[in-house]
């Protein structure tokens, strides 16, 4: 073969390789969006001279959440959001617990399960989370490439929940490119501070994965934050500068105070309180919450030291009510803790400790029927908060939690509508101040709860993310 026959037949293969690559890119979304004539760029809310992005048509919006939809409620209720105003929507995320039953029934919704990987795979320990970590990636990259590039049909938006931030970011960002699709980051909390809580802040790892997410945090053309602090810290550290709009969390609309009557039958009907149920309508016990995700930066050894110290012998051991401590959630660490409980029993003889995995309505029932709810979140960022406070706040529960961390006062007033703590004995001291020495205390904490919890995730969601997504005037 001469030397000019190998030249032509090379051009020939690239050229053939590259006419099948285009054929089998992904398709595009078509209607670009266009401003207004005279319209002003998108900028934070206060900002002089501040617009939204506005839409043509009902917008299209991809929801990805790379972990379990069941168990991501602010992405439901995006999704939910986006369907009431008349968007499409793809929920994208792991099928594993039952996602909200408005979701499956509404005809603008589609769920479209990630596949979970295989058992080996889901390790996260130690020496084999570094082996098998990158495997996992691997497997999820092909699983969200094959669903967003094909699976689904292309869209105006691709909301993305951060974290998990690898790889959902820099394939995220790959597939808006060729779809011709605007991306939007959700941010609930910093991916690289998780990492940290695992492997420590000095490992290479971390310090990869703190660079990444950096990196591919500038790549949306708008960002929601949680908090304020957060807004803050991603113009500020990460230097993002695109539109960063704070929509912190609020409850929906299911988070209600219970009547007396709505409360005691409930009580007398969940399989955790029947038993209970005349001594906490009494009085004579006290029904506390906390929901948890059974993991590192919810540390559950806080409230059971917390419960032995509030059983011990002293002067007013015998003016104390019974505690009644349900714990809902699942996660990795509940064996572990599950087995902690079970060897604590005999120091605790003023609580009793029940887990349970509930419905969603049978826990927004639970927590409009308990007597104060406790958060666990210590925040591996400092600048996110927990959901479920938030929840707590929209049943009227006034909330005791772990304060030590810049984001808390967002959201909790001390005194006002809950209480801090930053020790298992401070949270002592709260509980017998509540529940033994100043109970008008908790009434007026619920009160303050009940104020807090009148403004819901629609009033927070239609100025902001509704005015993005051109689905609110």
């Avoid at 570094?130 to 689904?152: A, E, F, H, N």
């Avoid at 666990?376 to 929840?391: A, F, I, N, R, Y």
Wanted: hydrophobic share 40%.
């Amino acid at each position: 073969m001469t030397t000019l026959e190998i030249i032509l037949s090379a051009i020939l293969f690239c050229s053939t390789a590259f006419t099948i690559l285009l054929l089998t890119l992904p398709s595009r979304h078509t209607h670009a969006y266009k401003e207004p004539p005279g319209a002003a760029p998108l900028k934070e809310p206060g900002d002089k001279d501040a617009s939204e992005l506005h839409t043509p048509t009902k917008a299209s919006v991809q929801v990805l959440v790379l972990g379990d939809i069941g168990r991501s409620p602010r992405m439901q209720y995006h999704a939910l959001s986006i369907a009431k105003h008349g968007g499409r929507v793809d929920l994208i995320g792991y099928r594993e617990s039952d996602p909200h039953p408005d979701l499956v029934s509404n005809p603008h919704v589609s769920i479209v399960p990630i596949p979970p990987p295989p058992p080996l795979l889901r390790s996260g320990h130690g020496l084999l989370f570094i082996v098998l970590g990158p495997l996992k990636v691997i497997w999820q990259v092909w699983s969200l490439w094959m669903i967003l590039g094909y699976r689904t049909e292309p869209a105006r938006w691709l909301l993305v929940q951060n974290p998990p931030a690898i790889p959902t970011l820099a394939l995220a960002h790959l597939i808006c490119f060729l779809r011709n699709t605007s991306l939007v980051i959700d941010w609930h909390n910093l991916g690289w501070s998780i990492l940290a809580m695992k492997l420590g802040g000095a490992h290479p790892l971390v310090r990869v994965a703190r660079w990444y997410e950096r990196f591919f945090g500038r790549s949306a053309v708008a960002n929601f934050t949680v908090t304020d602090v957060m807004a803050t810290l991603l113009k500020t550290d990460y230097d993002i500068r695109s539109p960063i709009l704070t929509l912190h969390d609020r409850p929906p609309a299911q988070f209600q105070p219970l009547s007396p009557e709505h409360r005691q039958r409930f009580l007398s009907g969940l399989p955790q309180t029947a038993q209970y149920a005349a001594a906490i309508l009494k009085g004579d016990m006290r029904l506390i919450v906390s929901s948890t995700s059974w993991t590192p930066d919810e540390d559950f050894s806080i409230l059971l030291d917390a419960l032995k110290q509030y059983s011990q012998q002293d002067a007013t051991y015998h003016q104390r009510p019974h505690i009644l401590a349900i714990i809902t959630g699942k996660g990795p660490l509940k064996e572990y803790h599950q087995q902690k409980m079970s060897e604590s029993k005999p120091q605790l003889s003023k609580a009793t400790i029940s887990t349970a995995w509930l419905s969603a309505a049978d826990y927004a029932s639970l927590l409009g029927a308990a007597d104060l709810g406790v958060s666990l979140h210590t925040s591996s960022s400092g600048v996110d908060l927990p959901m479920k406070v938030v929840d707590m706040l929209g049943a009227g529960l006034p909330v005791t939690g772990w304060s030590r961390f810049a984001a808390w006062p967002e959201l909790i007033q001390e005194g006002d509508n809950g209480r801090g703590f930053g020790s298992a004995a401070e949270l002592n001291d709260v509980l017998r101040d509540l529940l033994v020495e100043d109970v008008p205390q908790l009434s007026r904490l619920k009160e303050g709860a009940l104020r807090e919890g009148r403004r819901r995730w629609d009033d927070e969601w239609d100025p902001i993310a509704g005015r993005l997504f051109g689905l609110v005037a």
